[in-house]
C-alpha cells in the first residue's frame, strides 16, 4: 500500500468493505434497494427485525443484500427447563395460580408489608 504524505493509506487503496456505512433503516425490499450504496453499506430492516448487508454492485439488485440472521438466544436451563422462558413458565416454576404455590402475597392491610419486612 501506498501512504499519503502524511503517512496514511491512501484513500483510492481502502476496500469499500472498510469504507461501509449505515444506511438507514427500511421496511420493505423496495425501500432497501432504493438506498444506493456500495458493497459493504448496510441497513435494518425494520419489518423484518434484522440487518442486510450490501455485498455487490449494484444496490438496487435485490439478491445483491444479504439478510444477517442471528440464533436464537435460548435460555439454557431453568429449574431444569430449557428453550424460551416467559412469563407463564416463570410462574409454573413458583407454583403461581396453580393451587400449590408456596408463594405468598399480602392481600390486605395487615398482611401486606413491605418486601425487607420480616413477617416473622
Not at 66 to 71: C, I, K, Q, R, V
Amino acid at each position: 500500500m501506498d501512504l499519503d504524505g502524511g503517512g496514511k493509506i491512501l484513500a483510492a487503496q481502502i476496500p469499500a468493505e472498510a469504507r461501509a456505512s449505515f444506511r438507514g433503516v427500511t421496511y420493505s425490499e423496495a425501500e432497501t434497494i432504493a438506498l444506493g450504496g456500495e458493497r459493504g453499506d448496510w441497513c435494518t430492516r425494520g419489518d423484518r427485525g434484522t440487518d442486510f448487508r450490501l455485498i455487490a454492485n449494484p444496490a438496487s439488485v435485490p439478491t445483491n443484500w444479504l439478510e444477517a440472521t442471528y440464533p436464537a438466544s435460548q435460555v439454557s436451563s431453568v429449574n431444569g427447563g430449557t428453550g424460551a422462558v416467559d412469563q407463564a413458565a416463570g410462574g409454573a416454576v413458583i407454583g403461581a395460580g396453580t393451587g400449590n404455590s408456596n408463594l405468598s402475597l399480602g392481600t390486605t392491610s395487615s398482611t401486606a408489608v413491605r418486601g425487607d419486612a420480616n413477617s416473622s
